[in-house]
């Protein structure tokens, strides 16, 4: 009996192992560990205006970037308490996958394959946009259908080497790809004359465009040849830490569909609305579910504002980028930005 019992528990012991050890090895913890260490490591771009930059004191500014501060506002009410990790597209999975960070929030495609093949999971679209060509407009070029000939700066391990090669070859254009290992090196690739079209989401063409010496000197295709959700993610295997991230975002698209403001949400604490009332904390207990506190929404909404005021501070209509909402309106506007209600 007594042998029994022992074996019964190292049998349990040895399980307790396999589970933390495996828990371990897929980044289960991410929360408690944010946590002790009392910040949000952030995996972000080397610097793309609107989504992730850094200014000339190195504070990071931009969409992406935001959605890093409304994850610290959540767990930390600070949303300061971020540090960001500046990341080429062939460094990104890899850091975040190693536990270097521990989001990555950089203009990253959501994929079957990256959703399925690198032990990540995405959480999100903060950004629905689509891969774009920009030209010369000395060189008399109106469509991707007349690029045949043309070299074309392209950056590695993007989706945007095969949605190119795609297209390319779909419509029997002959092109010469030029790669180049980061953005900057293809913006200057391009700049310097070594190509003829820099090709890359549309969204970044907008923003690296204001970055040449005569931005009025270069023109953006109309042609959109792809689709490109582009939201953060995390490891695969640490649903607390998933959930958080996710409900985080969609935190952001519910307050604007509640018309819950940065500048209204105090007054919003005395709504009438159930449903203000559950985003912003003062009914129900939805923090806990998410492992932080039942004011997580109001602590998010009070430091950022929604997904629209984020939109229009960084990308919007009236910044220097001027991005229209479009496909990323809400649903309610005739866009396809939904979220889940909370409750």
């Not at 080397?46 to 000339?56: I, K, Q, T, Y």
């Not at 959540?74 to 996958?97: G, H, N």
């Not at 959930?243 to 403001?261: D, H, I, K, M």
């Not at 009914?283 to 506190?293: A, F, K, N, P």
Request: aromatic residues 10%; negative net charge; hydrophobic residues 40%.
């Amino acid at each position: 009996m007594q042998k029994k019992l022992l074996l019964a528990a190292l049998a349990a012991t040895f399980g307790m192992s396999a589970t933390a050890s495996y828990a371990a090895s897929h980044g289960a913890g991410t929360l408690q560990a944010v946590m002790d260490k009392g910040f949000v490591q952030c995996g972000v771009t080397g610097g793309v205006r609107g989504f992730s930059a850094p200014d000339e004191n190195n504070n990071w500014t931009g969409l992406e970037v935001d959605f890093c501060r409304a994850l610290a506002s959540a767990i930390f009410d600070d949303a300061d308490a971020v540090r960001y990790t500046p990341l080429t597209s062939t460094e990104r999975f890899a850091a975040l996958s190693s536990g270097e960070i521990d989001v990555l929030s950089r203009t990253t495609t959501w994929t079957m394959t990256r959703d399925t093949s690198l032990g990540i999971n995405f959480v999100g679209v903060m950004f629905y946009d689509g891969q774009g060509f920009m030209v010369r407009k000395s060189d008399g070029i109106t469509s991707a259908l007349e690029l045949g000939g043309a070299s074309v700066c392209i950056e590695a391990g993007t989706t945007t080497e095969l949605n190119a090669a795609d297209y390319f070859s779909s419509n029997n254009i002959d092109v010469n790809t030029v790669v180049f290992e980061e953005q900057d090196e293809v913006l200057k690739a391009y700049e310097d004359g070594r190509c003829d079209v820099y090709t890359t989401d549309s969204s970044a063409l907008a923003a690296e465009r204001l970055n040449l010496e005569d931005p009025d000197a270069h023109l953006i295709l109309s042609q959109i040849i792809s689709k490109e959700p582009l939201g953060p993610s995390v490891r695969q295997g640490d649903d607390a830490w998933f959930n958080l991230n996710r409900w985080v975002y969609f935190l952001l698209l519910n307050a604007e569909e509640l018309g819950v403001t940065q500048a209204n949400v105090d007054d919003m604490l005395a709504s009438d609305n159930p449903a203000i009332k559950r985003l912003l904390g003062v009914e129900g207990t939805y923090g806990d579910l998410i492992g932080v506190s039942n004011d997580w929404g109001y602590r998010i909404i009070k430091a950022l504002g929604n997904y629209g005021e984020m939109y229009e501070r960084h990308v919007g209509p009236n910044t220097e980028i001027g991005i229209a909402r479009g496909v990323n309106a809400l649903w309610t506007d005739g866009g396809i930005q939904y979220a889940p209600p909370i409750r």
